[in-house]
């Protein structure tokens, strides 16, 4: 019976992305941009059906699958190798995916214009308003990550919805109560019973997915219609989404492949429901509940590597946007007439895989994010953050990074799966 109901959620989240689309793009979308703030209903009303049901249960869901993975760890020292592990998986399949990107970019290099072509700048609000808040170099943005590590309060970093201390907190709180003995079992099962009392919370709030994805697709591509997919703008989402597919379809299942022996197509068929969920919604956070309960129950994950790796992955791990901010950054200098060496290349995929894992929990994280790799650049280049390529130059792209962002984050969620998939023969129930 449960198997039933999966696959008709399954059938109708697709018919909403496919019923969104079509909606959007023959019912809803003006070439002119005149209806623009006319179709922002639907984004409320897609927020208000599934993100914001979902985004409720991000915390505690973290808080308390964190501690539960914890304490059915048990050993420290096992806990030790599987948080190695789980650190090892992320870092090098981010790398991979960056370097994927800045070969793939410099390859096709959809920014090298005609010299007929005048560049036009773009500057929009969401970017300025991005650039703003955003931190100019690398080090600025590691000190944030540490200060979300180690925090002050944790009831504020609650209210503030930054997972980071939570986690560090709940590992910290699992570890405690697991060393506590007869004398914590109490709290143990409180906090399993929390769980697990989320998780049925869980598998209600998700049969409202199909109406949700249907409104946030809708509006995507009534505001920004399939005709904006030409001339170099087409030819960077094509780059975008070759690398995506190209990390999401061959190097991902070939790392489970060999670290598993899994097959890893059937492992994606079996996460299909959390992937859509991640393909409608656009935030690997608030695909985490979805995530969490498709690895465990149609994933065949243990639990005790679903509830360490997944709400880690969420927060730390972004395949998908690692692989963006190298093609997105190149393509930009490349508009620009700038052709980067070796060297600098280099530059943008250190720098994009360590700003990526500082992304979650910022709000316009793509942005931020490419903020700090294009000024690290400008640095190399000429010694100063103020360098041959302006910031506001991030405006030519956003008005096509609504769809890039939902390809990779059902990339970045993906790469979640499969390390808990990886971690489950460390970790097994």
Not at 162 to 171: D, T, V
Not at 194 to 206: D, K, N, P, T
Request: proline fraction near 4%; include cysteine; charged fraction near 10%.
């Amino acid at each position: 019976m449960a198997h039933r109901n999966t696959n008709i959620l399954t059938i109708l989240i697709l018919l909403g992305l496919v019923a969104g689309a079509l909606v959007g793009e023959y019912g809803l979308h003006d070439p002119t941009g005149a209806n623009v703030d006319q179709l922002q209903w639907l984004k409320e009303v897609g927020n208000i059906v599934l993100i914001r049901p979902l985004k409720v249960l991000i915390i505690p869901l973290i808080l308390f699958s964190v501690i539960s993975g914890i304490t059915r760890i048990g050993d420290p020292a096992k806990l030790g190798i599987v948080g190695i592990a789980t650190l090892v998986y992320y870092l090098a399949t981010m790398f991979t995916a960056v370097t994927l990107g800045a070969c793939l970019v410099t390859w096709i290099a959809p920014g090298v214009l005609p010299s007929d072509v005048q560049l036009t700048l773009i500057e929009t609000s969401q970017a300025t308003a991005a650039i703003e808040h955003a931190p100019r170099a690398l080090s600025s943005a590691w000190l944030n990550i540490l200060y979300q590590i180690v925090p002050v309060n944790i009831f504020k970093d609650m209210v503030n919805g930054q997972p980071l201390g939570i986690i560090a907190f709940a590992i910290a709180f699992g570890l405690a109560i697991t060393a506590g003995g007869d004398k914590t079992k109490a709290a143990r099962d409180i906090c399993n019973a929390c769980f697990e009392g989320l998780m049925i919370l869980v598998r209600w709030v998700i049969w409202l997915t199909p109406i949700g994805v249907f409104f946030l697709v809708a509006w995507t591509v009534g505001k920004i219609g399939f005709a904006s997919i030409k001339g170099p703008l087409g030819w960077y989402m094509a780059t975008v989404l070759i690398g995506l597919a190209v990390h999401g379809f061959v190097i991902l299942p070939l790392v489970l492949y060999v670290f598993s022996g899994k097959n890893p197509y059937q492992f994606m068929w079996q996460m299909k429901r959390a992937l859509m969920t991640a393909i409608g919604t656009d935030s690997s956070s608030a695909t985490l509940p979805v995530t969490i309960d498709a690895a465990e129950n149609e994933g065949e994950c243990s639990k005790r590597a679903a509830n360490f790796v997944l709400p880690l992955g969420a927060t730390v791990n972004m395949d998908g946007t690692a692989l963006y901010e190298a093609v997105a950054v190149v393509f930009l200098f490349q508009l620009f007439g700038i052709d980067l060496d070796i060297s600098q290349l280099a530059v943008v995929v250190i720098t994009a895989t360590l700003a990526a894992i500082g992304a979650a929990g910022i709000p316009s994280a793509g942005l931020v994010t490419m903020v700090i790799v294009i000024t690290a650049v400008n640095m190399n280049l000429t010694g100063s953050a103020d360098g041959p390529l302006p910031i506001a130059a991030i405006g030519i792209i956003i008005g096509v990074d609504r769809i890039l962002d939902m390809c990779r984050t059902a990339v970045n969620v993906w790469g979640d799966a499969v390390g808990a998939k990886i971690i489950t023969r460390i970790a097994p129930d």
